[in-house]
């Protein structure tokens, strides 16, 4: 079992910069896959980003690229998503998720993190 907590999340202006946390509990955190999602009023979940257990191949979804770090550090059972040039369509409830790397559904998920960006 793996619970996840995310923080870090706030109000911003367009252009600023936020720092989301997720930590982990479960000694199988390094093994686990680790995703952000993101859920904006009125739309599907979406896939952020998400980062191997080893923390050496990253994915991104188009929207973020060039925009979003995703990091993780395991001994601290912690992954990042650095978000930098928020814009205002990023304003969403973020959820941090993580999977056994044999698995494509993701299997925990945090309570989700608001982060709101003002124009």
Known sequence: QVQLVESGGGLVQAG???RLSCSASGRTFSTYVMGWFRQAPGKEREFIASII????STYYADSVKGR???SRDNAKNTVYLQMNSLKPEDTAVYYCASRPVTRSEYSYWGQGTQVTVSS
């Open 16 to 18: 600023g910069s936020l």
């Open 53 to 56: 257990k080893s923390g050496g």
């Open 68 to 70: 979003f770090t995703i």
